[in-house]
């Protein structure tokens, strides 16, 4: 399925998400995506099935930091929407569309496996007393990439 639409897949992006750099840039975006999808298998599903499906919206109160948009986590800076901003800074090139709502972008990290696998220079987690409100409400929007505006 993935692979089957491949040919498609510059036109379908560059539609869906409003990015016509993604179809102009055909063999580019062609090439972004077999590595996306290697990277997709890579763990980013697993996590989304174990733990984001069931903490959405909320972060762990036992990780603290703030993000420096260094793009490690997404994908080791494979992800085929991500953007480079500056010499350091990266940003998601979806960040507004409704449909990254869908995926892992608004979860990480949720606990200290996200944070070593991503090499996270930023979060870390810190040993907190369990209480009955292990989980709190979180701004997921502040602590990840977002678009330049
Ligand atoms: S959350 Fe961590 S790994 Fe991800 S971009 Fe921010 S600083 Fe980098
Ligand atoms: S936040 Fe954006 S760039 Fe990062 S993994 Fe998600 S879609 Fe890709």
Not at 20 to 30: H, M
Not at 62 to 90: A, H, V, W
Not at 106 to 119: C, G, T, V
């Amino acid at each position: 399925m993935a692979y089957g639409l491949l040919p498609l897949v510059p036109f379908l992006f560059g539609f869906i998400f409003l990015k016509p750099k993604l179809t102009l840039q055909y063999r580019l975006t062609v090439k972004k995506y077999l590595i996306y999808i290697k990277e997709l298998k890579n763990g980013p599903i697993e996590h989304y099935l174990k733990d984001v499906i069931s903490h959405k919206n909320v972060i762990p109160a036992t990780i603290e930091g703030s993000c420096i948009k260094c793009g490690n986590c997404c994908l080791d800076k494979k992800c085929i929407f991500l953007e480079q901003s500056s010499e350091n800074e990266y940003i998601c090139g979806i960040y507004t569309s409704p449909l990254r709502r869908f995926s892992n972008c608004n979860s990480f990290p949720l606990n200290a496996r996200d944070i070593q696998r991503y090499s996270c220079p930023s979060f870390t987690e810190v040993i907190a007393e369990k209480t009955e409100n292990t989980f709190v409400k979180s701004e997921y929007k502040t602590h990840w990439i977002r678009s330049v505006s």
